[in-house]
């Protein structure tokens, strides 16, 4: 059977909305463990959450491909708006002594950024049926940052800042 | 590859888990060199990354492959060794900035004169780290943040990008850790330059040196070809800002040792093979 221009424009899609969970999901991860080994468990635990939120939403693009043949692409050649997928967590953005409400500020950041992502997305691919897909995720990514609105409207007004409990780096006399 | 299913980044990374603190940039290079494994389908088996000492050492602990976690400043050395007595494997040695331009300096520069097919990424971030921040072979002239020189190291830092070209470097590019996909890229061009290639990351260390946060907003990505022209291109690494990242220079020069030189080579020892053997 031959392709159509949906199945592509929608396997190219799925490719770029399995890699933006899966990167996701991967640094979640990996900050939560790096998180533990620096004893800031409610962060870790948070970053944890995260990290099994992008697994579930990975599973959902996951089913949606089903059998369709998606462009096999190297790491480099995916196309982000920036330097990485959109909800993936910027290296720089971390800190040992971050407070849970800083941790979770980021991941709502990174929440706006794969909606809008996905709503560029829609409004640039000129595929009605990749259009609909897209603007569901991005429904779904806005319900995920309104979620976190809650969540970091509920914390104490304490934790702006960097924690307090924790040491400075220890700089040798 | 001799695997039978390709291998994605993650079947790359160990169980080992870094311990680097939250935001260090080693992170990036670590995924980067799985990614980059994963897109070229590098058989685990036959791949060794060597290290020297310091908190980006840690890495070969942390990739799924062989791992030599050497002497201070030795990373290079041991790297050479292995590859021209088995040239079959894929070789990438590493370290940081202190490792590789200070205590390893010596190494660094005759590794680039000598060419031997091996990957050097060194992940510099301004600041000895492991040892709690203490100013570096790179580190700016001003930065007063370390007790033990409190008024700045007051010495003009290494251009490693020029150091290399000037000792005759045949590859030579830059990356930042806050885009750890381009650093993949480099990586796998690198791996597959026939040659000594040197990848300088930039690599920051947010707890001795939060301002290299500022980083991201300081680097540029070229997109010219890399330069050819070992004059043109001094004349960029001298003069430049440091933060221009991409593939920078390349020429084609031949590979140490020679044809012929190894017994792997020709499965029958060669001169240079002969004076080793006892």
């Known amino acids: ?173 | 590859m001799t695997d039978a299913i390709r291998l994605k980044a993650k079947d790359y990374k160990s169980e080992v888990k870094p311990i680097w603190c939250p935001g260090c940039g080693h992170f990036s290079v670590h995924n980067a060199i799985t990614k980059a494994m994963a897109a070229l389908g590098i058989d685990k088996d036959r791949t060794v990354l060597v290290s020297g000492i310091g908190c980006s050492s840690r890495l070969p602990a942390y990739v799924d492959s062989y791992g030599f976690h050497g002497v201070h400043g030795r990373g290079l050395a041991i790297a050479q060794g292995l590859k021209v007595a088995r040239p079959d494997l894929t070789v990438l040695a590493l370290g940081g900035d202190g490792d590789g331009f200070s205590i390893g300096g010596n190494h660094f520069i005759h590794a680039c004169r000598r060419n031997v097919d091996i990957t050097y990424i060194a992940m510099d971030n301004e600041v000895y780290g492991m040892t709690k921040g203490q100013a570096s072979p790179t580190t700016p002239m001003d930065w007063d943040h370390s007790k033990l020189t409190p008024h700045g190291p007051g010495v003009r830092p290494f251009k490693p990008a020029a150091l290399a070209l000037a000792s005759g470097a045949p590859w030579i590019a830059r990356g930042y850790s806050g885009n750890p996909n381009q650093i993949a890229k480099l990586i796998a061009e690198a791996v597959e330059f026939p040659g000594f290639s040197f990848l300088h990351v930039m690599s920051q260390c947010i707890t001795f040196c939060p301002e290299q946060t500022d980083w991201k907003a300081i680097v540029t990505e070229s997109e010219a070809p890399p330069l050819a022209d070992a004059d043109e291109a001094a004349k960029q690494f001298l003069h430049e800002d440091g933060f221009q990242t991409g593939l920078l220079y390349r020429e084609q020069r031949a590979t140490w040792p020679p044809p012929g030189a190894t017994a792997a080579e020709e499965g029958a020892p060669g001169k240079l093979a002969a004076a080793f053997r006892v």
């Open chain 1, 1 to 173: 059977m031959a392709t159509t221009a949906t199945d592509s424009a929608l396997a190219n899609f799925l490719a770029h909305s399995l890699e933006l969970e899966s990167e996701a999901r991967e640094r979640y991860g990996e900050l939560a463990e790096s998180m533990d080994a620096h004893h800031n468990r409610p962060v870790a635990d948070f970053f944890r959450r995260m990290a099994a939120e992008a697994e579930h939403h990975l599973q959902e693009v996951a089913a949606l491909a089903g059998h369709m043949t998606l462009p096999q692409l190297k790491a480099w050649e995916f196309d982000w708006p920036d330097a990485e997928p959109p909800e993936t967590a910027s290296y720089e953005a971390l800190h040992y002594r971050m407070s849970l409400r800083q941790a979770m500020q980021l991941a709502l950041a990174n929440e706006h950024a794969a909606e809008r992502y996905y709503r560029e997305f829609a409004n640039r691919t000129g595929d009605a049926g990749t259009a609909a897909v897209a603007n569901r995720f991005a429904d779904e990514e806005s319900g995920h940052a309104a979620e976190l609105e809650r969540m970091i409207a509920a914390l104490p007004a304490s934790g702006l800042h960097l924690r307090e409990e924790d040491d400075e780096p220890h700089m040798p006399e």
